[in-house]
């Protein structure tokens, strides 16, 4: 076969453009940091990219929702806090008022504080995060405590709202098939707070009906710091359990930290350039770009009078 300089012109050039291709993939890899620019580059790769990103992605997003129920769960530990401390103030108003020596202007006093710890306990059980009543299960944009009306929802026998939603579950996934109970459902401790305030406050019924309730005797504040006492004990009740489940996601946080950390390694491994590699196929490339170019010169120089000499 007859080798023409046209020939020996375009395979020169047809090189010379490849290689340049390649420098200008080398030199992209390096810049990105990445080993595919495109699906073109390596389909297997982005294929398998796509999927540890998706991983990665629904980590991020289970994180996202474990923030939700942390912040459900400090909320509501906090407000059981203030609950606990009201119920203590209570314990001791009710320990004083059961002392003998007192009139009954005294004990007026007492209840007169009883019922601002009333009000306290009341605005706990609207606690809000966000624009969500934390303590109304899953009708979140109800207060459970009704101040226009002045009561809490009606319960039936097994402490369940009657109207429904008010002691329902709030679940969060946190994980594949994993979820965890946000809310705590207090309707029948703050029912029953409430009503025993009430009663201290409002006093004894008077047998004629005309006249003004009886107010709260010493015999009532014996009873009350039972009472309260018992109340007490719901609220650390409801408070373990709550730590119990903040113990949970604390765990469940470390489990996402390590999926998190195994699929963005994977997923750089798949993806990311190693730049010792690539630069060094950049200066190989560059070399023998070069050359190509020498050899070139000498190919393309000789010119129709070079023959004739």
Do not use: W
């Amino acid at each position: 076969m007859r080798v023409t300089q046209s020939m020996l012109s375009n395979n020169m050039l047809r090189n010379l453009s490849s290689s340049y291709n390649k420098m200008g993939k080398l030199q992209e890899q390096i810049t990105t940091g990445k080993k595919v620019n495109r699906p073109s580059d390596d389909p297997v790769v982005v294929m398998k990219g796509m999927g540890y990103r998706m991983q990665v992605d629904k980590i991020g997003q289970y994180q996202r929702n474990l923030g939700e129920v942390n912040n459900y769960l400090d909320s509501s530990d906090d407000a059981f806090d203030t609950v606990g401390s009201a119920l203590k103030r209570a314990s001791e108003l009710a320990n004083k008022g059961a002392t003998g020596s007192l009139t009954d202007e005294d004990r007026e006093k007492i209840t007169s504080e009883l019922k601002q710890i009333q009000e306290q306990i009341k605005d706990m059980a609207n606690t809000k995060v966000g624009d969500k009543y934390i303590f109304s299960g899953t009708k979140t944009s109800t207060p459970l405590y009704d101040k226009a009306t002045g009561k809490y929802p009606e319960v039936d026998a097994n402490g369940n709202s009657i109207i429904p939603g008010f002691t329902s579950d709030i679940n969060i996934e946190v994980f594949d098939g994993i979820t965890l109970k946000v809310n705590t459902n207090p309707l029948e401790l703050f029912q029953g707070i409430d009503d025993l305030f009430q009663g201290l406050v409002d006093g004894t019924p008077n047998p004629d009906p005309t006249l003004p309730n009886i107010p709260a005797t010493q015999e009532n504040f014996n009873k009350a710091m039972t009472e309260i006492d018992k109340k007490f004990g719901e609220v650390l009740t409801m408070r373990a359990d709550i730590g119990a489940r903040q113990n949970r996601s604390e765990m469940m946080g470390n489990r996402l930290g390590v999926q998190e950390g195994a699929a963005k390694k994977q997923m750089s491994e798949n993806e990311d350039v190693e730049y010792e590699k690539a630069i060094t196929d950049m200066i190989t490339e560059e070399a023998v770009h070069r050359a190509a170019l020498s050899v070139g010169a000498r190919i393309i120089q000789p010119s129709l009078v070079d023959f004739l000499r």
